[in-house]
């Protein structure tokens, strides 16, 4: 949990593209479409999609998975549940119907978060398993000081992380009724 994304990168690109690379058949760097050796026709590759969505998903995985864990313990000892259980609910349908989605609001609260996070490291992760996107983008803008092109990825960047938080807003309203949007 500890690790930064651009280190396991490092990490995960090395172990498995290159000391494991003919057991798991996956590359050190690609991108999502490969040309054919002919040239003419694009291939889909999600072996190279692999690699750095384990990277930038494996911190947030950990802390995400911990706190429903928490989250639905805590639910679970509320007097509701334990109505639920005398009117002869199986554990499952308690899970089901009454706690899993009130245990919900503060992992989505900590997944807006580690938006932010995940953005920062996909910009690292982008630049170490050579993938064009933005990220990589962001890093030969800053490399040669382009201020535009940093302008303009700072621009990008901010107004996903805000329709991520309007987007997290809107889930609170269904999570929770008592959640108006006015």
Do not use: C
């Amino acid at each position: 949990m500890s690790v930064p994304s651009f280190f396991s990168a490092i990490l995960f690109a090395f172990l498995f593209g290159y000391v494991l690379h003919e057991f798991t058949g996956l590359k050190m760097s690609g991108s999502l479409y490969e040309m054919d050796d002919y040239g003419e026709a694009m291939h889909l590759q999600w072996r190279n999609l692999i690699l750095p969505a384990i990277v930038l998903g494996i911190r947030p995985l950990a802390v995400i998975t911990q706190l429903m864990r928490n989250s639905l313990l805590e639910v679970m000892s509320q007097e509701y549940i334990t109505t639920a259980y005398a009117k002869g609910l199986t554990t499952l349908q308690v899970i089901k119907r009454h706690a899993f989605k009130n245990a919900l609001n503060p992992v989505v609260t900590a997944v807006s978060g580690w938006f932010a996070s995940m953005l920062a490291g996909a910009v690292f992760v982008e630049y170490i398993f050579n993938w064009n996107g933005l990220g990589k983008e962001i890093v030969e803008a800053l490399n040669t000081l382009d201020l535009p092109i940093i302008t303009g990825a700072v621009l990008v960047i901010a107004t996903l992380f805000i329709i991520i938080n309007i987007f997290v807003d809107v889930i609170y309203v269904w999570l929770d009724p008592r959640v108006k949007l006015d």
